[in-house]
């Protein structure tokens, strides 16, 4: 009793702390079935008890993501999983949904725009949401039926979401899935991948179901190993919003990480003692060599140093805790800045003119893509740039590229350790049709503002500060 109190009080500390999640509000939970995310799971069913000291007054949901097909399984191997699964989401009691990785290839554009973050409120607007949701709550257990805080706790009944079933894949999707993954050459470039598709995914099932906040199992041992492996990974600029306990670069949904304070091994000991049930899902790595990737060397390197030194995983987490999400200089700093395609965050590719060796690259790069023609005839379309192709849609037709190579169009919307991951896929067209589509959007969008640059008015020093 003593270890779950002090878990617990762990757990609820670090939501109370930081304070972004307001009574009332709906989350989602994502539900991979190990033991972390299992164990964040039970935690808040505990804090939504009527017997719970401080309870939980947020609306929650849970997700869960069949990845099945990407690592090359079978319907009939899927299946048993679902069929292990839907039993321990049906007894949290809570919404639940099941998809398929395969909905990517259905995704709409609009998944990779930012969209508009309302402010974050005070401490007076917590409070005011507090009592908000306690009004809320007495009139509805004065209105005849019993209200949270009245008679005995009724066990939890299954609640079903219309769209929570999981369907069965399309058969096009699933082997364009297979193909993609299976042309991807790096075990290190699948896993950044898998992760890119998984949260676009249950980016995109938030939004469609007035979720605002996304609820991750991610222990401090996991985040540990997260930061050393973004830094080896290029992802340094990036890493308070890749291990932080919120991430808000998607504006309107917000991502949390209540279980960064938990080591695996407390984990693993609350799971046992406490019986909360878990499912295991084979993952890309699974039985992977030690140096088969990034991920697998840096874990196995942080999991080894942790046996000789217990403090190793503490120290890297408390480094990153000291981490600040500060804004880039220069034009990156506004609202507008463009994002990168697959992460997500604000592009930190260099200029071409600097002196680093990623900015040499790009430098010899535009080199060799300048046309010799004079400036007028640059001015006039050259045609298709982008081919049918390339987003499953017609091209452009507008000369928005102006380029003979249409995956210099995409790449050039990635930042640094995303061109790098891509380096390792033969062809972009085997990304799915969301991603293409919102890349070629976002060049012709570029061509466009470059084209009536001249014809802008901006406005002066002067009156730029008086408004």
């Not at 699948?190 to 609820?215: C, P």
């Not at 395609?341 to 040499?360: E, W, Y």
Request: hydrophobic residues 35%; aromatic residues 6%.
């Amino acid at each position: 009793d003593c270890f779950k109190a002090f878990y617990v009080h762990k757990f609820r500390a670090m939501l109370g702390k930081n304070r972004l999640i307001f009574p009332g509000e709906k989350v989602l939970l994502a539900w991979s079935g190990g033991p972390s995310s299992s164990s964040m799971v039970w935690q808040v069913l505990e804090g939504l008890s009527q017997d719970s000291a401080k309870r939980l007054r947020f609306v929650p949901g849970v997700i869960f993501v069949d990845e099945g097909a990407a690592f090359g399984k079978s319907l009939e191997e899927r299946s048993k999983t679902l069929a292990e699964v839907k039993p321990i989401l049906q007894a949290t009691g809570l919404p639940w949904h099941v998809v398929a990785l395969e909905e990517v290839f259905s995704l709409p554009p609009s998944v990779l725009r930012c969209s508009a973050q309302e402010p974050a409120g005070s401490e007076g607007a917590y409070k005011a949401a507090v009592d908000s949701f306690l009004q809320q709550q007495h009139v509805l257990g004065a209105g005849g039926g019993p209200g949270p805080t009245q008679g005995k706790e009724q066990p939890p009944q299954p609640r079903l979401d219309p769209q929570s079933l999981a369907r069965p894949p399309a058969a096009a999707q699933t082997e364009a899935l297979s193909q993609l993954f299976c042309s991807v050459r790096t075990l290190t470039a699948k896993e950044e991948l898998l992760q890119t598709l998984r949260t676009h995914l249950i980016l995109h099932m938030a939004r469609a179901h007035g979720y605002s906040k996304v609820m991750t199992g991610d222990s401090c041992t996991r985040l540990a190993i997260k930061l050393m492996t973004n830094l080896a990974l290029g992802r340094g600029a990036f890493l308070a919003w890749d291990t932080g306990f919120s991430d808000e670069r998607h504006g309107d949904v917000v991502v949390v990480r209540p279980m960064r304070d938990h080591t695996l091994k407390e984990v693993a000991f609350y799971n046992r003692l406490f019986s909360v049930p878990s499912v295991f899902t084979p993952a890309v790595d699974t039985k992977a060599p030690e140096k088969a990737s990034i991920h697998r060397l840096m874990e196995a390197f942080i999991l080894r140093l942790q046996t000789q030194f217990p403090s190793t995983v503490s120290t890297v987490y408390r480094t990153s805790e000291k981490l600040v999400k500060a804004p880039r200089d220069g034009p990156a700093a506004s609202d507008s800045s463009p994002c990168c395609l697959l992460c997500m965050c604000a592009l930190d590719v260099d200029a071409a003119d600097s002196a680093t060796a990623f900015g040499a690259q790009t430098s010899s790069r535009l080199s060799q893509m300048q046309s010799p023609t004079p400036l007028t005839e640059t001015r006039t379309p050259l045609g298709p740039c982008c081919s049918p192709g390339v987003g499953r849609v017609q091209g452009c037709g507008q000369g928005a590229c102006r380029r003979e190579d249409p995956q210099a169009c995409i790449e050039e919307q990635l930042c640094y350790s995303c061109r790098v991951n891509m380096k390792d896929l033969p062809s972009l067209d085997l990304l799915p049709p969301y991603m293409l589509a919102e890349a070629q959007l976002r060049t012709q969008r570029a061509w466009v503002l470059q084209e009536i640059q001249d014809c802008l008015i901006e406005d002066s020093d002067d009156e730029a500060g008086q408004s």
